[in-house]
């Protein structure tokens, strides 16, 4: 029996408690994946402008147009390479690891029609080398389809790729997954130009291809009867900091903050800070939380979700310390290869750490803004931006506290149990 054009969840809809969906049960659930083929016009193809009709748009962080990106690739006219990225970067994220090692054959069927769709001869399922238990259940999946098995059917494999924060960026991974370094590389040429041995590879994340699949099975009218009208759908969440069960929820577009703190439990304790984005997000404050999660409001403010992140600081950390060790972790997760990660994002590490210290000894508290703002756009990847983003918005938000750690130094709180994970990553639990 199909899902229910309303019905609630989507995404991780029949995930049993333990384990993951078998394909018996999955087929039951949402039906037979139909398949069109490579069409003539494969720029035009009913899918491609079926994604388009439902507004569609990457769950990896950019947000970019998934009809674009497909059409993107299609008119290469090479057979291409798709590339499933489930490596968590993003310490905050667990997300694409659950879709993948819960439910991996919603994602594998958004694979096997963007394949069909692309004309596609090889699938690459990238995962971080230390989720073993996730690549195991993914090849049992792979191993129970039988449109794999057909002749003329894509050379799938899965690959372990090194963790880190640049893991997840599109260049950095395709240079990984040809035997280089997961280090990005100078665009263009653009990955859906030439990628891996250089054909055009589409690039895209386990949630955007187990979105492609619900609009391949169900249409663009079923996806867009969730969400809102510029935020159709539903997505996932990964919630974390001062609530009572934190964990990955799916929510549909629109959803308040406060809303997602009620399906998360609640609060725990009073809360100081929201943190939207990851640590390339923003710091808002806790009058916000009747803010909207709508991927199109939250641009128009110069927000965004990333890749599905809210953090909910609690008013027992200190934040300067919190700040003050994600900035040191980022500079040391940024593969040192230009000037803005090579100086400008040590020398704000450096700063903040002083100030956890004996304070603004050297005189540099005052000049991080000063250095946030030379850093953006100067990369050769958004690393840089997105630690700017985060440093920034946090002493905007947090001002009285930065200048009262910049006069006396570190507070009782730097020494506490940090909220934000650095650098290991734990995957966050689901409900």
């Avoid at 993948?100 to 090889?122: E, F, K, N, Q, W």
């Avoid at 990005?184 to 291809?209: A, C, D, Q």
């Avoid at 609640?266 to 709508?294: C, F, H, K, M, N």
């Avoid at 985060?390 to 002493?395: E, P």
Wanted: with cysteine; aromatic share 6%.
């Amino acid at each position: 029996m199909s899902l229910a054009a309303g019905q609630f969840p989507r995404l991780l809809a029949g995930m049993p408690p333990e384990g993951f969906l078998p394909l018996a049960a999955h087929e039951a659930l949402h039906g037979p994946l139909p398949l069109s083929g490579r069409s003539r016009s494969r720029t035009e193809h009913p899918l491609i402008l079926e994604l388009e009709r439902a507004g569609v748009r990457g769950y990896g962080g950019a947000g970019f147009p998934t009809a674009t990106k497909l059409h993107a690739v299609a008119t290469q006219g090479a057979r291409p390479t798709i590339v499933v990225n489930g490596a968590e970067g993003e310490p905050l994220s667990g997300k694409d690891v659950l879709l993948t090692g819960r439910m991996p054959h919603l994602v594998i069927d958004g694979v096997l029609a963007a394949a069909s769709t692309l004309g596609s001869d090889r699938v690459i399922f990238a995962l971080d080398e230390e989720v073993r238990g996730v690549a195991r259940v993914l090849q049992q999946a792979l191993a129970q389809r039988p449109e794999l098995q057909r002749r003329g059917a894509p050379a799938v494999s899965v690959n372990a790729v090194p963790g880190g924060y640049l893991s997840g960026q599109e260049t950095a991974l395709v240079s990984a997954l040809g035997g280089g370094w997961a280090k990005p590389t100078t665009t263009p040429p653009y990955p859906f130009e030439r990628g891996i041995k250089g054909v055009p590879t589409l690039v895209s994340n386990s949630e955007t291809f187990a979105q492609i699949a619900l609009v391949a099975r169900h249409g663009a009218d079923w996806f867009r009867a969730l969400g809102t009208t510029n935020d159709p759908g539903t997505r996932l969440i990964t919630v974390s900091g001062a609530v009572s069960y934190p964990g990955v929820v799916e929510v549909a577009g629109g959803t308040t903050l406060r809303q997602l703190i009620s399906a998360s439990g609640g609060l725990t304790e009073p809360i100081q800070g929201v943190l939207l984005g990851g640590y390339a997000g923003t710091w808002l404050s806790p009058d916000d939380l009747e803010l909207r999660l709508d991927a199109h409001a939250l641009r128009e403010r110069g927000l965004r979700l990333g890749s599905g992140i809210v953090v909910l600081l609690p008013a027992s950390a200190c934040i300067v310390a919190e700040v003050s060790g994600v900035a040191r972790w980022l500079e040391q997760e940024s593969a040192h290869q230009c000037g803005p990660c090579i100086h400008g994002l040590q020398a704000i590490a450096d700063a903040l750490e002083e100030l956890c210290g004996g304070g603004d000894r050297r005189g540099a508290y005052t000049r991080i803004e000063r250095w946030c703002e030379l850093v953006v756009r100067r990369g050769a990847c958004s690393l840089p931006d997105g630690a700017a983003t985060f440093v920034a918005s946090a002493l905007r938000r947090f001002r009285p506290v930065f200048d009262d750690h910049a006069r006396h130094g570190a507070c009782d709180l730097c020494r506490a149990e940090r909220v934000l994970p650095i650098p290991a990553f734990d995957a966050v639990p689901v409900r």
